[in-house]
């Protein structure tokens, strides 16, 4: 953890549960909202979400006895790759392309805020394939705060979110 001298006691973070059987070594899959609406967290009133992303050299070392889904990041004879589709077995490989990965470069990571449609026109204000910065000491991630009249607080009082890779990880405090 990212230390700072100035940081405010918080609440402990909310831990988003993993979906189904993922190798220890990878980050975990948030629970899933539904195929259309990617991940979420219950809010609680006043949250605070960060989102970070880890360096590729970061991603477990692909194994074949793994089944991966996509949007998880490993290692294979030094270069990082990304599952573009779920598959155990499947080799990374760029030459010649493969259907199940593609080369992965640090920057590449983003996440997807799902808004909630406006009461009279129906529009939303979704953020679309935002890129998550690298942590860094000076530079930790990306925050939204998200409050009972955010945009991003649906109706049912969940804060929907999609992270398009397993680097990215999701630190959620609540006051």
């Known amino acids: 953890m990212l230390s700072n001298p100035t940081m405010v006691v918080n609440n402990t973070p909310i831990v988003l549960p993993a979906i189904g059987a993922v190798s220890p070594a990878l980050n975990p899959l948030y629970t899933a909202c539904d195929a259309l609406?990617?991940?979420?967290?219950?809010?609680?009133?006043?949250?605070l979400a960060t989102f970070y992303c880890a360096p590729a050299a970061s991603a477990p070392t692909w194994s074949g006895s793994i089944t991966y889904l996509s949007g998880m990041v490993v290692k294979y004879l030094g270069q990082a790759y990304i599952a573009i589709q779920g598959g155990v077995?499947?080799?990374?490989?760029?030459?010649?392309?493969?259907?199940?990965?593609?080369?992965?470069?640090?920057?590449?990571?983003?996440?997807?805020?799902?808004?909630?449609?406006d009461t009279c026109t129906g529009r939303k204000a979704d953020i679309d394939d935002y890129v998550v910065p690298l942590a860094t000491e000076l530079y930790p991630g990306?925050?939204?705060?998200?409050?009972?009249?955010?945009?991003?607080?649906?109706a049912n009082q969940q804060f929907q979110f999609l992270a398009s890779s397993n680097l990215i990880s999701a630190y959620i405090r609540n006051f």
Request: without cysteine.
């Open 89 to 117: 077995g499947q080799t990374p490989s760029s030459s010649p392309a493969s259907a199940y990965w593609a080369l992965y470069a640090d920057g590449e990571s983003t996440i997807t805020l799902y808004s909630a449609p």
């Open 37 to 47: 609406n990617g991940n979420y967290f219950m809010t609680t009133g006043r949250d």
């Open 142 to 154: 990306v925050e939204f705060l998200v409050l009972p009249s955010s945009v991003f607080t649906q």
